[in-house]
């Protein structure tokens, strides 16, 4: 069963004229969020329509429609899942130079099959009255309780692979124990409703804090933000990617739409609505995020996938214990 059903016409490839269409896959977008990309629509002439489905639906479903599909693009909300979508072949890359958006490479895959349109720090929150701040990931998880509301073992795995990285360096027994040791902190997530539950620190996304309306307006309202790592190594994020399929038949509208939104005016609006962080701003401003939190990320999202699949068993192995 296909996934676009828009009266059952068969779909034309995209021509340079106005009055086109689009078609987004996406695990964080639903369909009433077409409302966001009004502005594009307006301007280019270009119709979006949007379907909400698992990241593992949509991969299943490029790989059985193939050449058949009505996909054109896919906004994924983890860099990994971007990366599994290129290794499954499903990708194409951005050729042209001219086409290609200028941001930074650590924020795009090195042949542009997929790039980057929203960056999502992991933060803590903690009360204010709570212990002195913790100025990395590390010192945190691993001298205090924490809990964490991403529940999923994927949610957490950007952040755990760079923590897997950074000791890389290290002893067997010190790589092989820093899962286990951080895991066995970790509490049960549950919104606060007394002064005691409130001190427990708090592992999430930006974007999950504020978006979470029961969430933000729990005990944790009064918190305070930690952007851990900013002495040091750099903050880790997440990144949300757009990446255009090999199958697309509306390819020129799909690229359009990347480089609209990886624009600098495009891109802060479209995060401010998504609470996470630009990938394109301008570095002379005066409250550029990327000077204070971004600026010295460490290492390529390529290299922090490596370790995925080891460290997700990892993950899997410390919480059962």
């Known amino acids: 069963m296909a996934l676009f059903v828009i009266g059952g016409c068969h779909l034309e490839t995209a021509k340079s004229s106005r009055n086109q269409k689009l078609f987004i896959a996406s695990d964080y977008l639903h ?11 307006k301007e280019t002439g270009i119709k979006v329509f949007v379907l909400h489905a698992p990241k593992d639906s949509i991969l299943q479903q490029l790989k059985n ?31 042209k130079v001219e086409d290609q958006p200028s941001i930074s490479f650590r924020l795009r895959a090195h042949d542009y099959q997929w790039v980057g349109i929203g960056i999502d720090p ?10 002195a701040p913790k100025s990395s990931y590390l010192e945190c998880l691993k001298r205090e309780n924490w809990t964490t509301n991403l529940k999923e ?5 950007p952040l755990m692979t760079g923590l897997v990285h ?20 970790e509490v049960n997530f549950s919104r606060p409703s007394d002064s005691l539950k409130r001190f427990t620190t708090l592992l999430t996304t930006y974007s999950s804090f504020y978006s979470d309306t029961l969430l933000y307006n729990s005990g944790y309202k009064n918190g305070k ?4 790592n900013q002495s040091k190594g750099g903050l880790q994020f997440n990144l949300r990617t757009a ?24 891109n802060e609006r479209i995060n401010n609505w998504w609470n996470t962080f630009p990938v394109n701003s301008n570095m002379n401003k005066i409250f550029s995020y990327q000077k204070r939190y971004f600026k010295r990320y460490p290492i390529e999202f390529s290299v922090l996938h490596s370790y995925k699949e080891s460290t997700a068993r990892d993950i899997l192995k410390s919480r059962k214990k």
């Open 31 to 41: 369909a009433k969020d077409v409302t966001l990309f009004n502005s594009f629509s």
């Open 65 to 95: 429609e193939k050449f058949a599909t009505d996909i054109d693009i896919v906004l994924l909300e983890s860099v990994f899942d971007a990366i599994d979508f290129s290794k499954e072949k499903v990708l194409q890359p951005i050729l």
């Open 122 to 131: 992991f933060i803590f929150v903690q009360a204010k009255d709570s212990l």
């Open 153 to 157: 073992n994927t949610q957490l795995l």
């Open 166 to 185: 950074r000791v890389r360096g290290e002893s067997d027994s010190i790589k092989d124990g820093l899962l286990s040791h951080i895991f066995r902190r």
């Open 225 to 228: 933000i930690l952007f851990p």
């Open 243 to 266: 990446a255009i399929i090999k199958q697309a038949k509306n390819y020129t509208n799909a690229l359009e739409f990347i480089k609209y939104f990886t624009e600098e005016k495009a």
